[in-house]
């Protein structure tokens, strides 16, 4: 990577293994080099990191705060106005001691510039202010909607607006900005004058690819995967009971879902066919899905999730695409699963919780043999033009290096260039905070 530009990364998840946000940044400072990024993370006292080896020599300084959640509970109808009485009386003085700790920390560090990751609250309030306190630019990546965050934070609306213009405040001020899917990088166009790129994981391109068995129909039944926390219960119950409505039979043959998750609902009210395998460490995660048909992959359809929904990407379709085999995206329409799907025709959409059009995306998919192919073809294909190391590492150089003017090579371009694997996404640990 050309230059030697200093970074400073500030974020809530440091360079690890513990969750996906994590091992992005791992895979990111590998690519940039230790020695030229200095992390400060900012979590509250019940994170826990899991430093990564191959990151030695990488300089982390962490900082505890509380102020990472709100404490709006629920009660009285005052409940809310307290909460946002003490955001205001505590939240500032609290972004002013981080901000100055930061500084203090990274007085001797000859940083050129600011990276924040604006995944929580105070992320959000402090890589701005310490780009300006610093007198260097400033780099942002969003990876879900801080709306979302917010909430699930419990920090009442009112504190939440406020946190909000901070957010805008510090699209405005950033030199760059990175987002994780093509709905974020047209709406937050309207905040920003600065350049927006898409941002998103990428796998080796020989990681995991089927071969010898490509586009091929089984002889004997579909195996149906899902890897990773389940947040999109409502989605899920409804494949359950579409599949139940059906004997568990689909395209002629019988159908088994394969699933590996720390914690999930199995309920079903017939004669299921489910391998549950639990929890498996992520080394493990792609072999143990080579031999799937097909991937189910769930989003949200509740009212209270709809901007997760419409902004987040589900870092677990890089797996699914990977192993060379198409989806069925079970998600809103207005999802950014939905619009990726129009793009890449990887699989199949069904964007309703009743049965029948669940039925449908299956016999779509399953019940044509050349349409089967056809979609694991532009699985293998999109997981190498999208989601490959060299595409990520693209455009990591594009975004840490913007004063160095560089043209995004096209995907033919973008191979492999790492000897050391980008690494598996699906749950390096299954305690994520956020679905990403």
């Not at 000859?110 to 202010?129: K, S």
């Not at 796998?203 to 091929?216: F, I, R, V, Y």
Request: hydrophobic letters at 45%.
């Amino acid at each position: 990577m050309a230059g030697t530009t200093k970074t400073l990364l500030l974020t809530e998840t440091p360079p690890g293994s513990a969750n996906v946000g994590e091992i992005i940044l791992r895979d990111l400072v590998r690519h940039v080099g230790v020695s030229r990024v200095h992390c400060v993370a900012i979590a509250g006292p019940k994170y826990r990191w899991v430093p990564d080896p191959s990151l030695a020599g990488l300089a982390v300084d962490r900082l505890e705060s509380t102020r990472t959640h709100g404490r709006h509970g629920q009660g009285s109808k005052w409940s809310a106005p307290s909460a946002h009485l003490r955001f205001r009386l505590g939240f500032g003085r609290e972004v002013r001691r981080l901000v100055a700790a930061v500084l203090e920390r990274t007085r001797t560090a000859g940083v050129d510039q600011v990276f924040a990751v604006l995944n929580n609250a105070l992320m959000l309030a402090v890589g701005h202010r310490v780009a300006k306190a610093l007198g260097v630019p400033l780099v942002t990546l969003v990876w879900d909607p801080p709306e979302y965050f917010l909430q699930q934070a419990r920090f009442d609306r009112w504190s939440r607006a406020v946190l909000l213009q901070d957010f805008r405040a510090s699209l405005v001020a950033s030199r760059r900005v990175a987002v994780v899917s093509e709905t974020m990088q047209q709406d937050y166009a309207a905040w920003t004058q600065a350049p927006i790129q898409i941002l998103r994981h990428g796998l080796p391109t020989d990681a995991g690819l089927a071969t010898a068995t490509l586009g091929e129909p089984p002889r004997d039944e579909w195996v149906v995967g899902f890897a990773g926390s389940m947040y999109s219960n409502d989605a899920w119950r409804a494949f359950l009971k579409a599949l139940d409505s059906v004997g568990w039979q689909v395209a002629g043959r019988p159908l088994r879902l394969k699933v590996l998750s720390g914690r999930i609902d199995l309920a079903s009210h017939a004669r299921a066919r489910i391998d549950y395998l639990g929890f498996r460490p992520p080394e493990e995660v792609q072999r143990i899905l080579s031999d799937c048909h097909l991937f189910y992959m769930p989003q949200p359809f509740v009212p209270h999730l709809r901007e997760l929904c419409r902004y987040s990407f589900p870092t677990k379709l890089t797996n699914y695409l990977a192993l060379g085999r198409p989806v069925l995206a079970h998600a809103p329409a207005e999802s950014s699963l939905s619009a990726f799907l129009a793009r890449h025709l990887v699989g199949e959409l069904a964007s309703s919780l009743e049965s029948t059009p669940i039925l449908a995306a299956l016999d779509r998919l399953l019940g044509d043999e050349s349409a089967y192919a056809e979609a694991c073809r532009q699985a293998t294909t999109t997981a190498r033009a999208e989601f490959s190391a060299g595409v990520f590492h693209a455009a990591t150089e594009q975004l840490l290096d913007a004063d160095v003017p560089r043209e995004m090579p096209s995907a033919a371009a973008c191979e492999e260039k790492s000897e050391s694997p980008a690494g598996v996404l699906i749950e390096a640990h299954d305690h994520e905070e956020h679905p990403r």
